[in-house]
T-cell receptor
Framework: GENVEQHPSTLSVQEGDSAVIKCTYS??????FPWYKQELGKRPQLIID?????GEKKDQRIAVTLNKTAKHFSLHITETQPEDSAVYFC????????????FGQGTRLTINP | DADVTQTPRNRITKTGKRIMLECSQT?????MYWYRQDPGLGLRLIYY???????NKGEISDGYSVSRQAQAKFSLSLESAIPNQTALYFC??????????????FGEGSRLTVL
């Protein structure tokens, strides 16, 4: 079936450095790619998303890039801060039949002061 | 603020018991979902519903059932709970305008422990 692979599973960076999380997907018809952030003990919340008609989207310190040919997309966080510490999930839409999202396994990001 | 509310937030039960997790929303969204979160496995879709008369199985529906009692209410049942159903369960809603996929709004989660 359709799946989304996310790497790395854990990532530790120094405060102020950049962090990159990568995802690959299998369904060539996928056209929507959101990223969710889950702080400890909290619910996942959308931080940025991209649709297949663009290659890059930026929102302040976070950006997402999409390579449809290679079927992968990445989350980039620049100038990391302690509040960026969380679990991040990527997802891809599955369009066969009813629309739904398939999530990656998650990346636990730790920002070291 | 419009929100997605789950009850109970925490539940400990025994193998073989029937459990119901309830979800209600005040966002006015048509689409509702139940996800399960396990460490290292991400969020996996159990069931989803696009309106009151529409129920669909997700990736891991075995051992679960759902009921969409109204546009605002979507409940998840475990008919006979087993220990490997111990997990954090999330309800979510979305408003898919014009057919394009949109943001998921999650509830606060229901932590279920099956002994």
């Amino acid at each position: 079936g359709e799946n989304v692979e996310q790497h790395p599973s854990t990532l530790s960076v120094q405060e102020g450095d950049s962090a990159v999380i990568k995802c690959t997907y299998s369904d060539s018809a996928s056209n929507y790619f959101p990223w969710y952030k889950q702080e400890l003990g909290k619910r996942p919340q959308l931080i940025i998303d991209i649709r297949s008609n663009v290659g890059e989207k930026k929102d302040q310190r976070i950006a997402v890039t999409l390579n449809k040919t290679a079927k992968h997309f990445s989350l980039h966080i620049t100038e990391t801060q302690p509040e960026d510490s969380a679990v991040y999930f990527c997802a891809a839409s599955i369009s066969q039949g009813a629309q739904k999202l398939v999530f990656g396994q998650g990346t636990r990001l730790t920002i070291n002061p | 603020d419009a929100d997605v509310t789950q009850t109970p937030r925490n539940r400990i039960t025994k193998t073989g018991k029937r459990i119901m997790l309830e979800c209600s929303q005040t966002k006015g969204h048509d689409r509702m979902y139940w996800y399960r979160q396990d460490p290292g496995l991400g969020l996996r879709l159990i069931y989803y519903s696009f309106d009151v008369k529409d129920i669909n199985k997700g990736e891991i529906s075995d051992g679960y059932s759902v009921s969409r009692q109204a546009q605002a209410k979507f409940s998840l049942s475990l008919e006979s709970a087993i220990p490997n159903q111990t997990a954090l369960y999330f309800c979510a809603t979305s408003d898919t305008t014009g057919g394009a996929f949109g943001e998921l709004f999650f509830g606060e989660g229901s932590r279920l422990t099956v002994l």
